[in-house]
């Protein structure tokens, strides 16, 4: 038996990027709790799919056509959760593409458009849950970070890296800002977790994996599913003295030294 702290019953969650990966896991897992759920996602064949997985754990779910870019289709979005629901009591901001670049060759226009996926589109996501989490005097809002936010994972993702940084700071700023009056606001920092992006990237690069595996004590990529524990956790009661915080879900990369070693890492280890 579940303990009920856990327990989502009678609450509306939103979750972006549903269609697939980490979003889909953390959607399913707040449906598992028992959330109903808005799915927010550019692929809205994939959303309804994973609205349909939802509906057959019996939680009402919808999919909503969204680029969380677009500060109109996000504004849109928390409209369209207004009619059908009326109240919005988790959000789970996972969407937006983060484009690489070397910093020396990168166009400001793909700066902008990473910034507009990963910190604009975010902070008006935030902006009008929060809104509406505060009217209410309860509400729980993750921001789905990065590893690379804390610290710098080089290999052109100066664009990515900057974008996750500003996320970081606007989860402390936010949480500052509203908690007293009922809004937590979390954020999650995965490591390399496996992905179809994923796995084409290190299909065309093999030695990838090792250079991943080597800052990863655990010795593993991670699996989408494993979102599911700390989303959940900070979406219900459990965490109801947690906020401003910053959760790595990353095998014990933040922990290691860059030049540390573990037992079977694959690099040199004495």
């Known amino acids: 038996m579940s303990h009920p702290i856990f ?4 609450r509306i969650a939103m979750v972006s990027g549903a269609a697939s990966g980490l979003g889909r896991q953390m959607a399913l897992g707040f449906a598992e709790s028992g ?3 808005v799915l927010a996602d550019l692929n809205l064949v994939g959303a309804e799919v994973t609205a349909g997985e939802i509906e057959k754990l019996g939680q009402r779910a919808i999919a909503i056509n969204c680029d969380v870019s677009n500060s109109a289709q996000v504004r849109s979005l928390y409209e369209s959760i207004d009619k059908e629901f009326g109240r919005i009591d988790i959000v789970g901001n996972v969407a937006g593409e983060g484009h690489m670049g070397h910093p020396e060759d990168l166009p400001v226009e793909t700066l902008e458009e990473v910034l507009n996926n990963l910190v604009v589109g975010r902070f008006v996501s935030c902006q009008e849950a929060g809104r509406r ?3 209410q005097g309860k509400g729980s809002i993750i921001n789905f970070g990065s590893i690379g936010g804390w610290n710098s994972l080089g290999r052109g993702h100066t664009p990515y890296g900057m974008a996750m940084g500003a996320g970081i700071q ?3 700023e936010l949480s500052t800002e509203w908690s007293s009056r009922g809004v937590r606001v979390n954020a999650i920092l995965p ?4 992905n179809d992006k994923l796995r084409q990237r290190v299909k065309a690069v093999p030695e ?3 250079t991943f595996l080597g800052g990863i004590p655990m ?3 991670g699996n989408p599913e494993e979102i599911k524990g700390p989303a959940i956790f900070l979406a219900s009661d459990a965490s109801s003295f947690v906020t401003g915080a910053l959760l790595p879900m990353d095998g014990g990369n933040l922990a290691l030294n860059a030049g540390g070693t573990y037992p079977g890492s694959p690099r040199a280890y004495a």
Do not use: K, N, P, Y
Not at 191 to 194: D, G, I, N, R
């Open 35 to 37: 959330a109903d759920l």
């Open 133 to 135: 989490m505060l009217s």
């Open 7 to 10: 327990d989502l019953s009678g």
């Open 219 to 221: 010795g593993r990529l």
């Open 170 to 172: 606007m989860t402390r």
């Open 191 to 194: 490591a390399q977790v496996w």
């Open 208 to 210: 990838l994996e090792g």
